[in-house]
């Protein structure tokens, strides 16, 4: 079966969700390869657990990536002044290749949003999905179109990520340094797809929310960054004829700021959900798992308990591949995380023969047990998953 260029493309976007499913070890990296000769590590090399650290100035230092865990995004993200991208095109079929995004799941009693915006360097794709919680309404708007039409900041403390196309416009104002991100949607409606216009803000205050933000080699000259936070979210949003409001005590987006140089080959899975606890705080997880590569030492999985973000050691998924609306569960070897996903909507992309990519809406339930000890009923929080299988 032949596939198109447009395919590939969306397949190019696609693979690189979830690169932060693992890695190797930091002392298994450097016994494997000298990674050295493109990333500066920490000066920890016998610590057992992954330790969250200032962020640098500047992610490139003299050619080498800073790689670790850090308390917040880092302000200067160079990477084109790296030894890996060394200022060269970025282009599809050339190597390296660097993806950059900026999405967010929002929940809303009514309805839960998955949006996305995409560089792909020789190509965009934004798509914002909606699926109604009460009546399993779905619709899905996407414009795979020419890169000139997309930004992606560079950093979230003070700069944009947009597309613009007459009929379909997404922009985020990123204003860390203010604490939140502007979010303006206009996209008409087209065939069976409703208009959508929204007016919101998703607070990011960094004396109230730890961020949790990696920046992990992948192998050989491949790598992650990644942003991700549980962000109370309020404004104005129209879809179609329905109005609602959201909420910023009631209501969250998940932030997902990634920049990455991997690979297609991909198999993984992961959770993303938040809620509010009878105390007003936010309680959250965030958990990967990638067959692909060994359990990474930089983890990307942690539990977000008010203003506290607890890390988590490797974590697995029960779930069906061959029935995806099944429940899903995942948990840890240490007993802090035990939460079954149920599905209700959302998305399924069909690359056959190469694979598929599912990333479904729905309630998680069950327990998680934050670094203090603190354990933290999970009772129907909002959040979505995602199945990737290509190449496998």
């Known amino acids: ?93 050339g190597l390296p290749r660097l993806m950059e995004w900026v999405g967010a799941g929002m929940a809303h009693p009514e309805w839960y949003f998955g949006l996305i915006i995409v560089d792909a360097k020789t190509a965009s794709l934004p798509t914002l999905y909606g699926f109604n919680r009460k009546t399993g309404a779905y619709f899905s708007h996407g414009s795979l179109s020419s890169a000139k039409r997309v930004k992606v900041a560079e950093s979230t403390w003070n700069d944009v990520t947009c597309f613009r196309k007459p009929g379909f416009n997404m922009e985020v104002n990123h204003r860390l340094e203010q604490g ?22 998703w607070h990011e205050d960094l004396e109230k929310i730890q961020p949790l933000v990696l920046m992990s080699p992948l192998g050989g000259t491949h790598f992650m960054y990644n942003h991700k936070a549980q962000m109370p979210v309020e404004g104005a949003m ?41 105390k007003g705080r936010i309680v959250g997880l965030n958990a990967s798992h990638s067959e692909q590569r060994r359990d990474h030492y930089w983890t990307e999985n942690c539990i977000w308990a008010g203003n506290r973000l607890s890390l988590v050691g490797p974590v697995r998924f029960e779930f069906s591949p061959k029935d995806i609306m099944k429940p899903w569960r995942a ?59 290509v190449l496998n």
């Open 238 to 278: 129209k879809v179609g004829d329905q109005e609602m409001t959201f909420d910023p005590g009631r209501d969250i987006a998940n932030m997902d700021e990634l920049k990455s140089c991997a690979g297609l080959k991909n198999k993984y899975n992961w959770f993303n959900f938040g809620g509010f606890d009878p």
């Open 180 to 201: 939140f991100h502007k979010v303006k949607i206009d996209i008409h409606a087209s065939a069976k797809k409703p208009a959508v216009k929204a007016d919101l803000i």
């Open 1 to 93: 079966m032949m596939i198109s260029r447009r395919e590939i493309l969306r397949l190019g976007v696609l693979t690189t969700i979830g690169a932060a499913g693992g890695s190797l070890g930091l002392k298994e990296a450097l016994a494997d390869e000298d990674l050295t000769q493109y990333f500066l590590f920490p000066e920890r090399e016998s610590c057992p657990k992954p330790v969250l650290e200032e962020a640098p100035a500047r992610i490139v230092e003299d050619g080498l990536i800073r790689a670790g865990l850090f308390k917040s995004p880092v302000r200067e993200m160079n990477l084109l002044e790296s030894r890996i991208l060394d200022n060269k095109p970025t282009n599809w079929l």
């Open 331 to 389: 948990y840890d070897e240490e007993g802090r995380v035990d939460v079954t996903f149920y599905p209700e909507g959302g998305k399924t992309i069909n690359l056959s023969p190469l694979g598929k990519y599912y990333q479904k809406c729905g309630r998680f339930r069950g327990a998680l047990v934050d670094g203090s000890g603190e354990t933290h009923a999970v009772n129907d929080y909002y959040g979505c998953a995602e199945y990737m299988n």
